[in-house]
């Protein structure tokens, strides 16, 4: 089953984009997934096409339309009636790993791209189904980069996308964590050396370090995660730490 993106932007020739290349390319000429945008300039009824209009209540910039933004979606809703349809927006709730996971073992993917001040509020109290999500705690001048994001995320999970299935499973994120760090050749570099447990061929004590290193990150780098994956800001990650 190929993974159908649908996207409705009023930039559609900024898809694919870099999908075109790398792994995410390749699946794509493979037919692994398949992407179609929607210009949502194309449901304005007016004979200008108009998208947006000023804020009620006042305030700067220009906000889009209700009603033309459902159309738009009922129009995708209709394409793909069995895809989650997830809106970018700051306002949203952060994207996770686990909801990419969810989103990749489907049928494909639906996504809003945003522009100026938003979206006319009452588009979510009318369709319910849409997710609000935001892809980090930064503004972007539209959706649509993130929109790339979350569908390069999506891909490289595909079956056949990615060369060892284990290289989705043990990285950043896909078990609470922080990934552990990595090295390779030469073995010293600028008077720093691999650490030895690394180059010892003891696959337990190799899974320990890792394993401790990942908790300890974590927990120093993003105590969020950490108090999520059930550690104490104060709590040390488990084992030792070896530093060589």
């Not at 945008?37 to 000023?54: L, Y």
Request: proline content about 7%; glycine content about 10%.
């Amino acid at each position: 089953m190929t993974f159908a993106a649908t996207i409705l932007t009023l930039y559609p020739e900024m898809f694919p984009g870099p999908l075109r290349q790398s792994i995410a390319g390749r699946a794509l000429e493979e037919q692994k997934w398949s992407i179609d945008t929607i210009q949502i300039r194309d449901f304005a009824a007016d004979k200008h096409r108009t998208v947006d209009d000023t804020p009620a209540g006042g305030g700067a910039g220009m906000v889009l339309k209700a009603d033309v933004l459902g159309a738009a979606v009922d129009h995708a809703i209709r394409q793909q009636p069995r895809a989650p349809i997830l809106a970018m927006t700051p306002r949203g709730t952060p994207i996770t790993q686990e909801r990419i996971r969810e989103i990749a073992a489907g049928p494909g993917v639906t996504i809003l791209c945003g522009r100026f001040e938003g979206y006319d509020e009452r588009l979510f109290e009318a369709r319910p189904q849409i997710e609000q999500v935001s892809l980090a705690d930064i503004v972007l001048s539209g959706g649509e980069p993130a929109a790339l994001a979350i569908l390069d995320a999506c891909i490289r999970l595909l079956p056949g996308v990615m060369g060892a299935a284990s290289s989705g499973i043990e990285e950043s994120f896909e078990d609470g964590l922080l990934e552990y760090p990595q090295y390779t050749r030469p073995q010293e570099w600028e008077g720093r050396t691999i650490p030895e447990v690394l180059r010892s061929g003891d696959h337990a004590k190799i899974a320990a370090w890792r394993k401790a290193h990942a908790e300890e990150d974590t927990r120093l780098r993003r105590p969020d995660l950490w108090e999520r994956h059930g550690g104490a800001p104060g709590q040390p990650a488990s084992g030792e730490r070896q530093e060589n």
